[in-house]
Antibody, heavy 126, light 107 residues
Framework: QLQLQESGPGLVKPSETLSLTCTVS??????????WGWIRQPPGKGLEWIGS???????YFNPSLKRRVTISTDTSENQFSLKLSSVTAADTAVYYC??????????????????WGQGTLVTVSS | DIQMTQSPSSLSASVGDRVTITCRAS??????LNWYQQKPGKAPKLLIY???SLQSGVPSRFSGSGSGTDFTLTISSLHPEDFATYYC?????????FGQGTKVEIK
C-alpha cells in the first residue's frame, strides 16, 4: 500500500523559506505513470495546487506561486521536496503531498491526486 | 486560470437521501474533472476521475457525470459516513484548480 508522509518545521518566520519533504513508501517515485505533487489548504479554506514534479525533474507549477516555489526529487531516498521562499502569513496552511496520477481522458493526458499524505500544518509567524 | 464554481456551498440532508452537487467550469474542460471527499482533519480522498470513472474502492453509490463546463456528483443514497466536504478539480490545463467545496451536513 502506497503511503506518503510530509515532514518539516511547523513554524516558519515571515520572509524565510518554508521547506517540506514527502517520503514515499510502498512504491517508487521513479515510475513513468506518475507525477508527485504539493497541495495546500489554509485553515478553514479550500485547496490550492502548488506544483508537481516527475522523477526526471520535469515540473508544473501554479503561476501564482511559481516565482517562489522549488520542487525537487531525491530518487535515492524516494522523496520529493517543496521549498517556498519569502513566506508571509498568507502561506499559513496545511500542506499535503500527493501522487499525481497521469491518466488518459478523451485521447489526451489528465491528472488526478489518488494518494495523499496526512498533511502538515505550517504556520508563518514571528 | 479556469475558475471552478460549486453549488450549493452547503446542504443539509438525511441518511438515505439522494444528493447532487454541481460544479461549473469557467470554460470548457472536456471531461478533465475529478471529485474528492474530505472529512475534518483528514486529507482529501479521490472519488471520481475523468468526470465519471469511479476510483477503485469507492462505493458505487457515488457517480459523476458531465462534460464541457457542467458536471455533477451524485450520491444515490446518503450513508452516515458520507457527511463531509466535497471538492471538484480540473486538470484541463495548469494551474489545476479546485472548486470552493460543498459541505454536506446532517439534517
Amino acid at each position: 500500500q502506497l503511503q506518503l508522509q510530509e515532514s518539516g518545521p511547523g513554524l516558519v518566520k515571515p520572509s524565510e523559506t518554508l521547506s517540506l519533504t514527502c517520503t514515499v513508501s510502498g512504491g517508487s517515485i521513479s515510475t513513468s505513470s506518475y507525477y508527485w505533487g504539493w497541495i495546500r489548504q489554509p485553515p478553514g479554506k479550500g485547496l490550492e495546487w502548488i506544483g508537481s514534479i516527475y522523477y526526471d525533474g520535469s515540473t508544473y507549477f501554479n503561476p501564482s506561486l511559481k516565482r517562489r516555489v522549488t520542487i525537487s526529487t531525491d530518487t535515492s531516498e524516494n522523496q520529493f521536496s517543496l521549498k517556498l521562499s519569502s513566506v508571509t502569513a498568507a502561506d499559513t496552511a496545511v500542506y499535503y503531498c500527493a501522487r499525481d496520477l497521469i491518466g488518459y481522458c478523451s485521447g489526451s493526458t489528465c491528472h488526478s491526486f489518488d494518494y495523499w499524505g496526512q498533511g502538515t500544518l505550517v504556520t508563518v509567524s514571528s | 486560470d479556469i475558475q471552478m464554481t460549486q453549488s450549493p456551498s452547503s446542504l443539509s440532508a438525511s441518511v438515505g437521501d439522494r444528493v447532487t452537487i454541481t460544479c461549473r467550469a469557467s470554460q470548457s474542460i472536456n471531461r478533465y474533472l475529478n471529485w474528492y471527499q474530505q472529512k475534518p482533519g483528514k486529507a482529501p480522498k479521490l472519488l471520481i476521475y475523468a468526470a465519471s470513472s469511479l476510483q477503485s474502492g469507492v462505493p458505487s453509490r457515488f457517480s459523476g457525470s458531465g462534460s464541457g463546463t457542467d458536471f455533477t456528483l451524485t450520491i444515490s443514497s446518503l450513508h452516515p459516513e458520507d457527511f463531509a466536504t466535497y471538492y471538484c478539480q480540473h486538470s484541463y490545463n495548469t494551474p489545476w484548480t479546485f472548486g470552493q467545496g460543498t459541505k454536506v451536513e446532517i439534517k
